[in-house]
Every structure is written in C-alpha cells, then in structure tokens.
C-alpha cells in the first residue's frame, strides 16, 4: 500500500461526499456526504503524516482534531434538523427555501 | 471743455431715464417725467450747439481704457469731428422737437411718463453711437437704441399687432447685428483693437498692414459690417420690420423710424468709409440703389398715411446707402441731415392730421383709441395663443389694405381731404417738407443733397466707365421721380379735394400749440438757408483717406467738392456752384482725380437737369391723377395690374418668404396660420415651428431617449442583471453548493490554462 | 485664517440651527441669515483687500499637515478667480435665504441646515489648494443638494434627485480615478521617485511643467485631463451630460434652482480652468489646438452646447425649463472662451461664469415669484401681465435682455470677448455660435410677448404685483448687472493677472 | 522571532482564556439569576468583554512583539492585536444590540451571551492563527457557534431555515477547505505557515510538485475562506442567513466573521504563499483580483432589486467583501492596510446601519423599505442617522467610507490595477442607487395616516451617536491610517 492508493481512496471519498451533497433529497444523507467528504480529509492527513513525516505526527493529530470537529458538527446538524422538520414538517432540502431572491 | 460737454449730452437723457427707472422699482411716478425729459433733451441741444463751435476747427477725440487684458485693451471714448458735432445736432434737435410734439400727443396716455423715460433712454443711446470712437462702443449704442425701439414700437403692447412688430423689429435688425459682430470679430482678429481712430486704430493700421492681398477678406469684413446697417436702415431684404414699426406712437415714429435710428446705418457706413473696398462700396451702392427704387414703388400704392412715410423713408435711406456704396460720402450725410428734418416733419404733420382724426372719435385718449382699433383686429384671435395667431391677423391688417378694411380708419388716406383749410399749419409745413423731399429747386434743402448724391452716382458710374454702372443713376434717378408722385399723392389725397368722409371731416380740428410749434421749427429747418446758419461747407471734412483701393482713392476729393457744391449751390444758387464746379475741377491735381473729374464735371449738371425734370415730372403726374384727376388711378391700375398688384404686394417678399418656409415645413396644414410675412420673423417662428415640431420631436427624442435614454437604458439593463443574478439564487441550498462546485472547477480550469 | 473662518462659518450656523427647537421657524430664518451675511461681509471685504496686481493666491491658510499618511494637507488660498466666484456664493447665500423666507412650508429647519452646509461646500470648493480638499468640497454639495432637490422639490423631485446625484458620482469617481493618478505620479521624475507625494495644487500645477516630471508626460496629461474633464463636463453641464440640468432645474425650490445655475454650475467650469487649463496644458493643447477631430473638440462641445441649448429652450412651453435650457447654452460661452485660450477668451468665459451666475439667479428668482402666484408655470398659459405688474414685467424684462446679450448688460461683455477670443481661435465654429446669439434673443423675446405682452388673461385680472421681499433678492442681482455691464473691469480687475499667468502657460506650449 | 513554550504562552494567551472564563461564568450566572433579570447575564458578558479588551492591550504594550505562542501554532502580533480590538468592538456592540432588539427570546440569553464569547475566542485565534491545525480549528469553532447563534430564534422558520443552509453550506466548504489544507500539508510536509510557502516554492523549483496539485489546494483553500468572507462564488448562503437571522447576529456576522474571514485569509496567503516563486506556478493574485470584480458587482447589481433592508445589506456587504478584497491582491502593505482600515470603518457603519434596522424593526416592526417610509418626520434623528451610514457605506465624502474607499483605490492604482479600480468606482456608483432607494423611503415619501412618531431612550441615541461620529470622523484623523499601517508591518511583503 503506497501513499498513492490512500490518495486516491481520500478523492474518491470526496468526490461521493460531494456527490451525495448536492444530489440527495434529504438532510441526512447531506450529512453523511459531508462526513465523508471530512473523513476522507482525515485519510490524507493520516496518510501524509505516516508517508512523508514519519517521525513528525501533526498529521495524525489534526486528523483527530478533524474527527472530533466533524462530531461537533454532526451534532449541531442534526439539532438544526429537528428544527427544521419542526418548522417545515419536513427535512427535504428543497423544501426548505422560503428565503430566496 | 468738450470732455464735460459730451458728458452732460449723454449724462442729461440718461438721469432723466434713470430717475423714472429708480422710482419705478419703488412702484412711484416723478410727477412730471415729460417736463425733466424734454428739458434734459433741450440741454443736450444747447450743449450739442457750443460743441459744434468747439470741435469744428480741430476733431477731438479722448478714450479711457474700458476692459484692460494681458495684451488687448478695449478702450471707450468719444470721437469729435464736424460729422459727430453735425450729428449731434440733429439727433438732439429732432429729439427736443419729438419730446415736445409728444406733450401734446401723447396726453393722458396712462403710461404717459413712461413714454418720455424711454425716450430719453433712446436719445442717450443714439447719442452714445454717435460719439463713440470704437466699434465696440458704436455696438453697444446699436443694441441699446434697438431696445429703445423695441420698447417703444411696443409700447402700446396690449396691441397684438404692436407686440408681433417689435418682437419683429428687434430680432430682424439682431439678424443684422450678428453680421455685423462677426466682421467686428474679423476685424479684431486682425488687428488686435476695435478703435478706429488714432495710431493704434483700425484705419491707421488698415492703411499700414495690409496689402492688396487682404482686399477679400477685408471686402468681406466690410460687407458683414454693412449687414448691421442692412438691418436698422431698413435696407433690402430686411427691410420689412419698418413699415410694421408704425405700430408705434407716431412721435416715435417720427424720431427712431425715419430722423435717427434708421439713419444710423447710414451713419456707420460713413464710419466704416475708409476701409470699404472696391467690393464693398459697389454692394452698399446696389443694395442701397434697389432698396431705393423698391421701396417707392411699394410706396406709390399704399393707402395707409404712415405706411407711405415708411416706405418712402426706406426709400431715402437706400439712397444714402447708395450715395455712400457710390463714394459720395458727404453727399450721403448731408442728404441724412436735410432727410431727418423734413422726413421727422412728415411724420408729425402725419402725426397731427391723426391725431386731429381721433379727435373726432370723441376718445380722449390714444390707449382707447388703440383698445378699440385692436379690438378691431380681433377677429378670430384668442388671447392665450402663441403669437403666430398675432402675426396671422397683422398678415390681415396688410392684405387689408387691397379692401381698405383694415387699416385704422383715422390713418386711411381715402377717409381725409380738404384738410388744408381745417388744419392750415400742418397743411403749409407738410408741403414744405413735401416739397423739399421730392427735390424742388431751389429753396429746399431735399433739392441739394438729392442732387449731389445723383451728381455723385452718375459721375461714379461715368468713372467706372461701365455701362451697366449706370444702372445705379437710372435706379436713382427714377427712386427720385417716384418719390415726387407718392408723396404729392399724399399731399393731394389728405389735404385737397373734396372731404371723403364728411363727418370725421367735420370733428377734425387744427392740433394745439405743443404739436404745431415743434412742426414749424421742422418747416423752417427744410429751408437750406437755415441749414447754412450752422451747416457749413467747410465743417464737412473730407473723410480718413483710404489707402485700399485706387478707385475711391481717386473720388474723394471730387466727392468732397461735390458735396461742398451741392452746399454752396444751397447757399448762393446756380451760378456760383456752377463756378465751384469749375474750380473743383481745376483744383484737382494726380491723373486719377482728373479722369475722375472729366467725368464728373458734366455729371454734375446733368444729374441736376435730369433730377429737376423728373421731379417736376412726378409732381405733375400725381397733380393729374389725383387733383385734376384727368387721370385715372383707377384705370391705370386696371390697364397695369400685373405691375399694380406687384406694387401692391410688396414684391411678394412676405409670399416669397411664406412661400420658402411652407415648402421648409410643407408638412405642416396649419403653417399659414403660424407664419407671419417678415423674413426674420417668419424664420425665427419656422425654426421656432421646426423647433416645436419636428427639432421637439427631434429633441424629445433625442434628449430624452437617445441621450438620456442611453443613460436609462444603462440603469434598466444593470436592473435586468440585478434580477437575473436574484432569480439564481433559488433558496434551494443544493443550488448553491453546486455553484460553489462550479466555481471551484472553472477557477481551477481558468487558472490551469494561464 | 479669514478663508477658513468664511468657509466654516455657514457649518457653525447649521450646528446652531440644528441646536434650535423645530417649531421656532422664524428664529431658524433669522439665525441662518445672520450666518449666510457674515460671509458676504467677509467676501465683500476680501474682493476689496484683494491685491489685484499679483496673479499669486493671498490669504493663504496653511499647508497644514491632514493626513500624514498620504501627505494631504488642509491648505486654503484664493486667486483672482476664486475671489469672484466666493462673492457670487456669498452674495447668492442671503438671497436665497430670503427667497425661501415664505415659500418653504414644510422642515424649514432642515432645510436652512442642509442649506448652511451646501455653502461651506461651495465656499470651500473655490478657495481649497489642496487637490484632496478639492475634491472632498466638491462631494460635499451633493449630499445636501440632493435632499434639498428630493425633499422640498415638485413632483418628480425624486426622480429629478436621485439623476442628479448619480450624474454627478458617476462624473466625480472618473475625476477621482484621475486625481489618485496625479497623486501616485506626483514624485516621479524621469522614471524615478523620490520625496513625498503631494495633492498640493500649485506644487503640482509647476510640477506639470517641469521636464522629465511623470505628470508632464503628454499621454499621462491626456488621460487625466479625460478623467478630470468628464468629472467637471457633468456639472457644468456640457453635452451629452446635460440631462440631469432641466429635471432637477424644474423640480428644485426657486432658491435651490437659483444656487444650482449660480454657484453649482460655476463649480464644473472653475474646475475646468483651475484644474485642466491650468495642471494639464499639453492635455489641454490636445483638446483645444491637435490635429483631427479631436483637435478642437472642446470648441466644439462649446458651440454644440450654444445651439443645442439655445434651440432646445426656444421648444420649450415651460419657463422655468426654458431658463434651465438657456443655461446650457450660456455654459456653452464658457467652454468656447476657455477653449480659445488666449486672454480675451479666457476673461470672457470667466467674466461669463460670473455673469451666469448672476442673471439666471435673477432670472430663476423671477420664475419663482410668478409661480408663487400663478402656481403653474407655462408660457402659454399667461398673457398680458404687463398690464397687471409693471415692476415684475420691468425687472424680467432687465433680465431677459442682460441674459440675451443686450449691450449695457453685463451678459453682452462676457459673451462678447469669448467670442472674440473664440474667432482668433476656431473661425467656423465661432461664426456658427453666433446663431445662438440670435435664437437667444428669439426665445426670450418670445417668452417676453407670450407672458407679459397683448391682452391680459381674464384669469389674472387680480395677480398681486412683485413684493417689497422679492425685489430685496432681486435688486442686487440687477445693481450688478447693470454695473458690470457699464465697468467690466470692476470684475476683470481681480483675474486678469491670474488670466495672464495661466496664458502665457498655455502659450508656452 | 521568539517562539514561546506552552507554558510562557499561558500569560500571553491570557486574553482567550479570559474569554473562556467569561463564558462560563455567564452560563453559571444564567443558572442564577431569575429569567426576568437576565440583562444581568448580558451585563456580565460586557464586563468580561472589558477585562479581555484591557487585557489584550495590556499584553500588547507591555510584551515584546511579535512573538509566537504555543511552539509556533498563532501569533501574537500588532496584527492580530488590531484584529482582537476590532472583534471585541463588533462583540460588544452586539450584545448591546442584543440588549436592545425584541427578537430573542429572554429566556435563552444565558447560552446567546455565552456562545457570543465563544464566537469572539474562534475569531481571535482565526487573527492569529499560523498553522493549518489552528486555521481549521478557528474557522470551525466560529462557523459551529455562528451556525447556532444563527438559528436561535425559537418558533422562527426563517431563523431554523437561516441555520440550516448555513450549516449546510458551512459544512461543505469547511468540509471543502480542510481537503485543500490536507493536500497542502502532505506536499510540504508541515503544518506551519511560515514554512509551508519556502518548502512549496523549492518542490515547485525541483519539479517534485506539479503546479496543478499546488493550484488545487490553494483554490479548495480559497473556497473556506472564500465562504468567510461570502467572496463569489461561495457568497450565496450570505443573503439567507443574514435575512433569517436574528438582527444583531446578521449584524455581528457581516462585520466580526468578515473582518475574522480577512485576517485569516490575508494571514493564509500572505504569511504562506507570499514567495513570489510560488505565485510564478500559481498566479492565485489575479484569481483573487477576478473573484473581487466579481463578488462587489455581483453583490451591488443583486442588491438593486432588493426590498427587505436586511437582504439589502447582506448584498451589500457582499459587494464590500469584493471591495476589501481588491486590496488582498496587492502584494502591498498598503494593500493590506488598506483593508485594515477599511474594516474599522466598515464596523462601524455597517453596525450602525444595522443598529437602526433593529431599532426599525422593535418600533415600526417591519424590515422592507416600505417600513422606512417617512422615517424622517417620524424619527429624524435616527433617519439622519441611517442616512450618514448609508451615504458613508456608498463612499461619497466627508464620511469614514469615502476615506476608507479612496485608501483602497490608491493602493490599486498604485499597483496599476486600474481596469479593478475602475469596476470598483463604478460599482460604488452603482451601490448609491439602492442605498439611495432606503434614503428616499425615508424622506421623500409619506407615512401613512397612522404614522406617529416614535420616540426613543436616550440610550438609543448615545448608542447611536457611538457609530455615528466614528463615521463622520474616522477619515479625518491621522491616528487610524498610522494605526492599521503599523498593524500589517509584521505582515511580510515581498
């Protein structure tokens, strides 16, 4: 396993991620696009620090960082959610649009 | 001594304005504004008298430095020589006469001081052009004298007819002005000054600078300058504000229409002298000629008492044009001071024998009188129109003539007659002047001057030995003729005969004394024998010399002696100018002035001869046709009535005119209506009818859509964006996550390819 | 120190008013006449004490330091031409109070505020040195102009408003763009920089024409002129950027039409001749004497503002546009005077400015006094006043010819030696001006006989004549109409040696 | 430049740990104090605001500068200090706006002030921040905050709407940014700005990075930061969640996050990829200059239409971030300074301008223009008011906006940027027109029949007058150009 197997696991994370982002009809699924989009973040950092400063683990470290900063947003998203099913009785993005223009 | 004379000349008229004028602010009346006018004006008169003993011997001028830039100066300043002095004279006599006249025919006017304030300004304007040593200051005084004109041609304003004829005036002779600016601005461009007199003049620098390669545009310089004359001496073509100026007061008439204004032109002519080309005179002499003989015969069929005048005084003056474009120069002036007494008396005896009319109206007042004549006008006109209506019905008031409806029934020639024995003074001195102005040997003062221009025209034309130079002594010599029969014509029609009408005949009555005396002065004024008391040969001076062009190089000293001829006939009779005639053909010396003089000799003598046969010719043609009536006028017409309605239409100027604006505007139905005949006018309402129409369709849209609308259109296409840019941003947050996608890729793509 | 007390006095008053309670409207008057006549008294005195043999500006205040950062000082002077133009500001201050004295009904405490501080913006316009200073003066009459148009104007005062303020931006942030050029190239020399940058106009103005110097380059000078020239064309106005003129013209209050033709419109040709003609001569000779078209295009935007102006007012039926118009063609006398560039032109396109100022003040106050009483202003719609008010008629009457340039009258002078001036210059184009002389006098004549001439309209059988109040803001006007008409060099006096200098830079090219 | 150890940093940090403390003790004190008393809480947050403020200064002036903290992860510089003072302003104003506005919900200030203290620690380590790890860990502490602060009007659709693009939007371009800093950090190898830019300039020189991978990076970079500063085209969540928003949060936002966004961003590109080597390879300038044409036309020809005042600034101060960016891309100090000082000023008219739009919003209830109409005969000190920060934010003299503007077209043309500057004055042009729009709602036109006028508290107007003479005076006092210039010294140019 090289560097270069890792990177390209990472892109194609990201490019699901994105792709989740901007096709699914529902706010969760959003979120879980934007998970992956921020693990396959983690992927190249750990990836990285391990293949190019092996002796260096800042890499690693952000990697956690990154984990635990994409917990925290998971958790304020999915309370938005609830608002907003709370508001719109429904958590279809495209429903979502009353403020436009 | 001549410095504090002129001063207290101008100074008097002025105050006597300026005094009106600071009331007026305050809304108050100087309780007898004619009494402090007149006797400003008599001032003047007195002062203008010391002057002519000041200045006659040596000519004076003084200039003060008015506006001072880096390099140029424009001075202000007076010039004095015998011509201003004789000038003077007559603008202040003829003005002191008219402010008296006025008392009386003016009386319980209700805007009776105002009348006398604007005549002071006048006065001090006229004599302001007079002294003024410099074009610019000469400008100033032709504007202001027009605006006088102006205020006065329209001083009964409720008149619609009188506020179209000043309107009238005043632009017709500007069209003249800016002609006359523009040479200025040739001039100054030149020569860096517009004062003529002294070293640093035109004429010195003139004679010095140029060469015969500046003979074109100097030609033109002088013609542009001449257009200013065209316009305020009434000449050909535009020529037709004057007989719509009778709109005035007849006083005004008498002094701005026919003594002074109008003379001015002929005045600047005179000026402008030494820098007038070959080109240049021989334009003034064929405009001055045409407008001569046009402008009698026009004259010969009119009905309206003033109107004759008028023409007949347009007449005059292109004589004196003519005189002048034909190097007599002197001939010119004298013929302008014998034209201002006996055509100012012309006008007031008009002026009187109306006034008796009215009389009988049992109007007290000129206003009402004039209220109901206008009221006589107002047919079809409605008050809140444009004036397009006004110059419609004024175009009636002429085309009235053909029905003798429309002129005012107390200035109809046909309602007078017999008046000679109702109002003997006003009957003696009009035929004094009558006769004087058709040139009746010898007592007359008209006699001379007439008879030294036709001296003058004829022995140019022999001179230029050209025959179709001769053209101008015909033009002049039948101009002459003519005048005897319209105004004999006049004569006849008014004051013998029967009474046509006899119950205006009966009110009618002699004037009071404040109108006659002012008549009588005029009477004696007529008679050259007086005019000697303080005309005097020698204070003619001959004028700068020329050094532009051989021709009237050589004429001058002729011309002089022609004029001191025409003068010393008027003091001793034949024999001695005959004399004088000699000498001043041996006292010619270079070879030019002699060709000159062999011509001239004889001319002079024929030209009397002729102009005494075609006097008396005209004198007794009229005496058939309109005393003994042997003639008919009727059947003439009948016979000539091509020529007769030629006559009677003025030429068709105004047609003419009609005629070039309806096919500049063809598309307009209701363009008749809206054009009045005059040129000027005529043109301002087509361009102001173009303007409305087709330039206000044209500005509308282009100031409001193309320049303004570009601007809009600007602002609606940015909204456009604005809205575009709105509508995609849908609310819909996978929309803008795609376009921040978007974004990324092409900022990628964009930048991979740089 | 006297300039700067002239200038920020009218502000101390507006601090005043605003101090005062709302209802007190007859105090509010008071107060900002009191602060609108201390700076007349004061330009009245500096048009007297100013020495008219030296071309250098006096009554300098300062340099002093502003703004390190980009060495922009507060520095203040006045030449022959400032000194004029402050007394038309000064002089149409008062006036113009007194003319709002009835007729403002609503906010008459906003309105005087607004009002004292549009003339310290105008004060400080014509006497700033510093180019920065200059330029926040010159953006310091929008602000309030644009209210006093938009809050107390007629029906479309919004419209007429908002066009006006963005007309005028769009022109000032050309202007801008071409200042900051002239400032970032203010120390370069063949190439090189060195010393400080400076906004100081008269630095500048021998910086421009010293050789080597970037702001003396010929291309540098064309460019900036270009940007500084549409700035001031808008405001003077100069076609095509006229439009704005006749909406905010017919909406303005009588007093704010009477400031914008006086003061406001001389601001757009006293930049054009402080700044351009004078920091970028070679620019200038661009414009004025190169070859093609562009050659003399300046002269040409003068003629084509004569005719068109002159013909636009001669279509117009209401009178007050018709004076707006007539404006614009007078302006045009401006531009070809300073086209011409020689002393003639140039004295008359200032004395021009100065006489503009003057009589269209008269001429708007006059408007205003008829359509106080007749509340409409068209032309056709009168008749015949003359009869009704003889003072009214005689004053319009005064002003209509010193407008149409009648000799005796000041309008003739300035009109005259521009065009003089002009034809050593541009002969077509200066023959071909002339027509505006004669359409002038066509449509104010006219004008004349529509309203004041023939019978009078029935419907104003009792139009009350002119009040003892209104003449008050007319005399003056006429006084001095009438006296710069009779002795031109009672004006000419304090610029000509400003005049001389600024030609014998242009000659020098 | 001296790098501290954890524990020296301790002092030096001590303004965040304040901020810390604050917040919880606010929270505590939220527990205490009955509902009807939570001003109290809202006082407290002030307090704590004021010890920070004191507390920032007195570290500034009495430490050696710059030094950096924490073995190098944010520095303490003139830089960062300016930053922290312009952000405790905008804090400060807002929880006085907060005090004020009748939106919140009372019974919920104890979280509000709290999470207002915690946006200000995020803010302040985006200013002084130098390592990829701080960078992401400051930007997502600010948009976490920001994301709920957005949200938090209970019973408000547009509020919980507001929130949800937010977080959406947020999540995705952070989610975006941290894969570019991910591939920044694996090519040089350290997460250390003032490293990164030499290491990349040597693999670019040596051919072991390929342009392209470089290009990537810093354009997935642009994309967070891009998002911050709602610079086009990642500006599109701004309009919704400033119009959803509460009042003084949309305010709070458009100027503390923005000035945040721009210390980070001028940070990030000038500290790490200021080698000019670097930008041989990747021209990311040039970029910037297209994405500021853009952003500032885009946002003024959007804002024309506009009838809500509050969507109506968000367009606006979208345009501005197009505005300050112009000087981002100067490679100046003076570019730089520029911006600084554009951003004081910007605080305080863009909050004053809000400020009435809340004070609008309590008395007259409503946030389109319609609401403005007669606004002068109503309320004229205020209408005055709105009238000089909005003329001030169309940059027409004598106002702090036109000098803040004129510094910032100076810096471009001195650059030779003229085709920007030109965009840039004419937009500004543009802006006159709709601010024009709110101008004449407000005095040219009528109330209603049943407008009365309002009247308000002199606090009001003393919180007023605390934006308004800043506004006028700003521009006119040497002081502040000094002040921003010496805050970019420690800046490297190149």
Known sequence: MTLQHYLVISAILFTLGIFAVLTRRNAISILMGIELILNSCNLNFAAFSRFMTPEDISGQIIAIFGIVLAAAEAAVFLAIILAIYREFGSIRPNEVDTLKG | ?754 | MLLSLMIFIPLLGMIAVLLLPRESEELIKRVTLIFTLIPLALAVYLFITYDRSTAGTQYVHGPYHWIEAFNIQYHIGIDGLSVTLLLLTALLGPICVIASWRNIEKGIKAYMALFLLLETGMLGFFAALDLFLFYVFFELTLLPMYFLIGIWGGPRREYAAIKFFLYTLFGSVLMLVAMIAVYLNSNIVNGVAEGLRTFDIPTLITLASTEGHALANLDFQIWVFLGFFIGFAVKVPIFPFHTWLPDAHVEAPTAISVILAGVLLKMGTYGLVRVNMAMFPLGLDHFTNGVGFLGNSLALLGFINIVYGSFCALAQTDFKKLVAYSSIGHMGFVILGLAAGNDTGITGAILQMFNHGVISAMLFLLVGVLYDRAHHREINGFGGLGTRMPIYTGITTLAFMASLGLPGLSGFVGEALSLLGAYSEFKWLTILSTIGIVVGAAYFLWTLQRVFLGTLNPKYEDLPEINGREILTLVPLAILTVLLGVWPNFAIDMFKESVTNLVNVLQAI | MQTLSNIDSLLHFSPEILLVIFAAAVIILDLIVKDDESVAVAYLSLVGLGCVFAAVLIIHFSFRNPVSLFEGMIRLDEFSTFFKILLLLATAATVLFSLRSEELDARLKGEYYALLLAITLGMFLMASSTNLLMIFISLETVSLTSYILAGFLTHSPRSSEAAFKYITYGAVASGTMLFGLSLLFGMAGTGDLTQIGGRLTELLASGEVAPLAVLIAITFVLAGVGYKIASVPFHMWSPDVYEGAPIPITAFLSVASKSAGFALFIRFFYTGFGATGLMEAVDWPFMLAIVSALTMTVGNLAALPQQNVKRLLAYSSIAHGGYLLMGGVLLTSEGVGAILFYLLVYLFMNLGAFYVVILVANEIGSETTDGYRGLSSRAPLVAWAMVIFLVSLAGIPPFAGFFGKWILFTAVLEQGYYWLALVGLLNSVISLYYYARIVKAMFFEDAGAEAASVSFSTGTFALLSVFVIPTIFIGFLNIFYTFSNISVSVIPMQ
């Open chain 2, 1 to 754: 001594m001549t410095v504090s004379l002129i001063s207290l000349i101008l100074l008097c008229p002025l105050a006597a304005f300026a005094v009106f004028g600071l009331l007026g602010l305050v809304n108050r009346r100087f309780p007898r504004q004619d009494y402090l006018s007149t006797a400003a004006m008599l001032i003047a008169l007195a002062c203008s008298f010391l002057l002519l003993r000041e200045v006659v011997p040596k000519p004076e001028a003084h200039t003060v430095n008015w506006i001072s830039l880096g390099n140029v100066t424009f001075s202000m300043g007076f010039y004095l020589d015998s011509v201003t002095a004789i000038m003077l004279i007559v603008v202040t006599l003829v003005s002191s006469l008219v402010h008296i006249f006025s008392m009386g025919y003016m009386h319980g006017d209700p805007r009776y001081p105002r009348f006398f304030a604007y005549l002071s300004l006048f006065s001090f304007s006229m004599l302001f052009l007079v002294v003024s040593d410099n074009l610019l200051g000469i400008y100033i005084g032709w504007e202001l004298v027009g605006l006088c004109s102006y205020l006065l041609i329209g001083f009964w304003f409720e008149k619609d007819s009188a506020a179209n004829a000043c309107k009238k005036a005043f632009l017709t002779t500007r069209v003249g002005d800016v002609g006359m600016f523009i040479g200025m601005m040739m001039l100054f461009a030149k020569f860096k000054t517009l004062s003529l007199y002294g070293e640093g003049g035109i004429f010195a620098l003139s004679a010095s600078q140029l060469t015969t390669g500046d003979m074109v545009w100097l030609s033109i310089a002088g013609v542009l300058i001449f257009c200013g004359a065209i316009g305020k001496s009434a000449q050909m073509p535009l020529h037709t504000w004057l007989p719509d100026a009778m709109e005035g007061p007849t006083p005004v008439s008498a002094l701005i229409h026919a003594a002074t204004m109008v003379a001015a032109g002929v005045y600047l002519t005179a000026r402008m002298f030494p820098i007038l080309t070959e080109t240049s005179s021989l334009v003034i002499a064929y405009v001055g000629g045409i407008t001569a003989l046009v402008a009698a015969t026009i004259a010969i069929v009119r009905f309206d008492i003033k109107r004759v005048l008028a023409y007949s005084t347009i007449s005059q003056l292109g004589y004196m044009m003519l005189a002048i474009g034909a190097g007599s120069y002197v001939a010119g002036l004298f013929h302008l001071t014998t034209h201002a007494f006996f055509k100012a008396l012309l006008f007031l005896g008009s002026g009187s024998v109306i006034h008796a009319f009215h009389a009988m109206h049992a109007h007290g007042h000129d206003d009402e009188h004039e209220h109901d004549d206008s009221e006589a006008h107002e047919h079809t006109h409605d008050q809140g129109d444009s004036d397009a209506h006004g110059h419609e019905h004024s175009e009636d008031a002429d085309s009235g003539h053909i029905l003798g409806s429309e002129i005012p029934p107390d200035q109809d020639m046909r309602n007078m007659g017999g008046l000679r024995h109702k109002m003997p003074i006003t009957f003696i001195t009009m035929l004094i002047a009558t006769l004087s102005i058709s040139g009746v040997p010898f007592i007359f003062s008209g006699f001379w001057s007439k008879d030294a221009i036709l001296a003058g025209v004829l022995g140019r034309a022999m001179e230029w030995n050209s025959v179709h130079h001769y053209i101008l002594f015909i033009m002049a010599l039948s101009a002459a003729g003519i005048t005897a029969f319209y105004m004999f014509r006049l004569i006849f029609m008014t004051f013998f005969g029967e009474p046509r009408n006899q119950e205006m005949h009966d009110m009618a009555h002699e004037s009071p004394l404040s109108m006659t005396v002012p008549l009588l002065v005029l009477a004696v004024l007529s008679l050259p024998v007086v005019n000697t008391l303080w005309f005097n040969a020698d204070y003619v001076e001959p004028p700068p010399q020329p050094h532009l062009h051989a021709p009237t190089h050589a004429y001058i000293a002729p011309d002089t002696k022609t004029g001191r001829t025409g003068l010393a006939l008027s003091l001793f009779g034949v024999s001695e100018a005959v004399a004088a005639e000699e000498d001043a053909g041996h006292g010619t010396q270079d070879a030019h002035a002699d060709d000159g003089h062999h011509g001239h000799g004889p001319a002079h003598t024929i030209a009397m001869v002729l102009s005494i046969c075609v006097a008396g010719l005209g004198i007794l043609l009229s005496w058939l046709f309109y005393h003994r009536r042997t003639l008919s006028a009727e059947s003439v017409t009948t016979t000539f009535r091509p020529i007769y309605n030629l006559f009677w239409h003025k030429y068709y100027f105004d047609e003419f005119y009609d005629g070039v604006l309806v096919a500049l505007t063809v598309w307009k139905a209701r363009l008749f209506a809206q054009f009045d005949g005059s040129v000027v006018d005529g043109i301002v309402n087509g361009v102001g009818v173009v303007t409305r129409d087709i330039l206000a369709a044209f500005v509308g849209f282009f100031d409001n859509r193309v320049v303004d609308g570009l601007v809009n259109r600007v602002a609606q296409v940015t909204w456009a964006v604005g809205g575009r840019i709105r509508r995609i941003q849908t609310g819909a947050i996978q929309t803008y996550l795609f376009v921040v996608l978007a974004g990324i890729v092409l900022l990628i793509l964009i930048f991979r390819a740089l």
